[in-house]
């Protein structure tokens, strides 16, 4: 796929027909950790008035914990697991509530989805996902999705919502994701820096970062940074989806393809894939050592890594988990869901299907990990 130009990608942003958007935190809360309705109504505005020309959009939408901590009476942004998950509780309550109002002003209708990276990763959860934001879109609902975190487990969990958006604009097909943060762009180095400049156009976010110096949060309620938006545009990118990022006031001009926030290219032609979801969405909980037929067979892709040619497990996971597929020098080949919990793996290495259907009968005669949950690094 040859490199667009800046306009050609702005253009495409400004015809997209089926748009992700995602809003931070610090875009719609105060520090004091309550909801900002002047700026929601404000993303909200921008957002009806894309729908009204005939966009379909996803709003990944962060703030649950940042609008829950103040009601329940915390100065700051709690820092243990628990209260996290309880200001989420609270917060992603009230933020529902005003989207509801917001939208309705414009006679549209919201609806929740709450995901968990655990629950979306299985093949079946995934098309579930999928299918239901498909529904909603057609419904003309603005989908409003959020990490699960009232109940998500620390150990599998997005943390962020920029990969999460990524991910959906993957799941949904979309022609554009928009990042909306509290910077209006990305900068050569932390925008506070004296001397950082702001990067119009990125045209391949793999290798655009080399000149680029990152910081941590600006604020006191985001979580990811500048990081973790950027492994966003790099996922949307290899999806061939273009990406712009803007500070949240300038949503309206974003969805409009003008010149505004940076804007990063796609490198791949458009298309969905649940092996990319893979890839992306989740840490592995451990690892497969393949010897070296299997590093090879896995390295040439669309084979799958069955047990004879496994020769060491570490981690402790479930059937369905993400796991790490090294060689025997410890060099990273794939990722892919194990097709057994990590304590049954031992007794099937080295054994072919038919030794592992006489040994331990039937269910186990299938591949560690089957080649349609398999994606190479
Ligand atoms: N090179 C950079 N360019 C732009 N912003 C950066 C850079 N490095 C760090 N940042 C910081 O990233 C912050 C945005 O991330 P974050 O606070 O997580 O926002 P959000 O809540 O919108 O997800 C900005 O406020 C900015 O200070
Ligand atoms: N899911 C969390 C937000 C996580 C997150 O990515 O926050 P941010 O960096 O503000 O986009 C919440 O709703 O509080």
């Given at each position: 796929m040859s490199t667009q130009s800046q306009n050609e990608v702005r253009r495409s942003i400004a015809e997209a027909r089926t748009i992700v958007v995602k809003v931070g935190s610090s875009s719609l809360t105060s520090s004091s950790g309550h909801l900002d309705p002047d700026r929601l109504f404000g993303l909200v505005s921008a957002i009806a008035q894309t729908v009204r020309m005939d966009a379909r959009i996803v709003l990944v939408s962060s703030g649950a914990i940042a609008a829950g901590f103040g009601p329940l009476g915390?100065?700051?942004?709690?820092?243990?697991v628990a209260t996290q998950q309880a200001a989420a509780s609270v917060g992603q309550g009230l933020l529902m509530s005003q989207y509801e109002t917001a939208f309705a002003r414009y006679g549209l209708k919201v609806g929740q989805i709450l995901i968990t990276a655990r629950d979306t990763i299985q093949a079946t959860q995934y098309r579930n996902v999928q299918r239901t934001l498909a529904r909603l879109l057609e419904l003309g609902v603005v989908p409003i999705v959020n990490e699960n975190d009232a109940l998500?487990?620390?150990?599998?969990?997005?943390?962020?919502n920029d990969r999460l958006s990524a991910l959906v604009a993957n799941i949904v097909r979309a022609d554009a994701l928009v990042l909306l943060t509290d910077v209006d762009g990305l900068y050569t180095?932390?925008?506070?820096?004296?001397?950082s400049r702001q990067i119009?156009?990125?045209?391949?976010?793999m290798d655009a970062l080399d000149n680029v110096r990152i910081g941590g949060?600006?604020?006191?309620?985001?979580?990811?940074?500048?990081v973790t938006k950027l492994e966003a545009a790099r996922v949307a990118a290899v999806s061939g989806i273009p990406t712009v990022l803007t500070k949240a006031a300038n949503a309206g001009p974003a969805l409009m393809g003008d010149r505004v926030g940076t804007v990063f290219a796609p490198i791949k032609p458009r298309g969905t894939s649940r092996r990319l979801w893979i890839g992306f969405a989740a840490d592995p909980r451990g690892t497969l050592v393949a010897d070296a037929g299997a590093a090879k067979a896995v390295r040439g892709g669309r084979a799958s890594l069955l047990s004879a040619g496994v020769v060491g497990v570490t981690g402790d996971f479930s059937a369905g988990d993400p796991v790490l597929i090294v060689d025997e020098h410890g060099n990273k080949l794939a990722k892919g869901l194990s097709g057994f919990d990590s304590e049954e793996i031992p007794a099937t290495l080295g054994r072919t299907s038919a030794q592992l259907r006489k040994?331990?009968?039937?269910?186990?005669?299938?591949?560690?990990?089957h080649r349609d949950d398999l994606v190479l690094l």
């Open positions: 915390f100065g700051s942004r709690p820092t243990d998500a487990s620390n150990e599998i969990r997005f943390g962020d180095a932390p925008p506070k820096e004296p001397g119009p156009y990125v045209p391949n976010v949060t600006g604020s006191n309620v985001g979580t990811g940074g500048m040994l331990l009968g039937a269910e186990y005669a299938h591949p560690l990990v």
